[in-house]
């Protein structure tokens, strides 16, 4: 069973960086894309982007391109998103989820991790 | 990339039928075959319900269905449920290998 376990909530002042862990259990990474999708406060799902991590290879949003980046440790099945020049509009919950190769949807999610920024 | 468009709020009673639709353009909706619908009820993850237009994963009800015409995705809802009050987000990939997720419909039964 797929199982993605997210770090915890963190607190940011704007302009600093966070970095949010995404730890996957079961086997899962033989040919899969790991996607970051956020969500505001009492605002809708909005996906950030996306990371094969077998492979590198990365998808990421537009607006977001300039200050997103995925690092992975595949020695403990680890894949990290890290956003850096946070900015209050960036508060949201940041949640991984799994798309099993090949199939263009998110089969399987992480709790989440509440993003807070403010000074 | 501008969030594809959807009705904030659509409602119906026990045992009725509603759609919702996902507007896109040529370079999401309209480009891809890969449309997906998620359900999310309140405080809880979202599931998804639809993939690839028409197809339903298992475990997910057959009241359940999807479409598309042109630029523009729709999710059926039949035989309407307590159990499908929830928020609804279509998703979209696109031209550029990056996807798109709708407005989201809050979809209430009376």
């Known amino acids: 069973q797929i199982q993605l376990m997210q770090s915890g909530t963190e607190v940011q002042r704007p302009g600093a960086s966070v970095r949010v862990s995404c730890k996957a259990s079961g086997n899962p990474f033989s040919s899969f894309f790991i996607h970051w999708v956020r969500q505001a406060p009492g605002q809708g799902l909005e996906w950030i982007g996306a990371i094969n991590p077998n492979t590198g290879t990365t998808r990421v949003a537009q607006n977001l391109q300039d200050r997103l980046t995925f690092p992975r440790d595949m020695s403990t099945s680890t894949i990290y998103m890290e956003m850096s020049s946070l900015r209050p509009d960036d508060t949201a919950v940041y949640s991984c989820a799994l798309e099993p190769s090949g199939t263009y949807f998110l089969h399987h999610w992480g709790q989440g991790a509440l993003v807070t920024v403010s000074s | 990339q501008s969030a594809l468009t959807q009705p904030a709020s659509v409602s119906g009673s026990p045992g009725q039928s509603i759609t919702i639709s996902c507007a896109g353009t040529?370079?999401?909706?309209?480009?891809?075959?890969?449309v997906s619908w998620y359900q999310q009820h309140p405080g809880k993850l979202p599931r998804v319900v639809i993939y690839?237009?028409?197809n339903r994963p298992s475990g997910v009800s057959d009241r359940f269905s999807g479409s598309k015409s042109g630029n523009t995705a729709s999710l059926t809802i039949t035989g309407l449920q307590a159990e499908d009050e929830a928020d609804y987000y279509c998703k979209s990939y696109m031209v550029t290998k990056t996807y798109v997720f709708g407005t989201g419909t809050k979809v209430t039964v009376l």
């Open positions: 040529s370079t999401d909706v309209g480009y891809s075959n890969h």
């Open positions: 690839d237009v028409t």
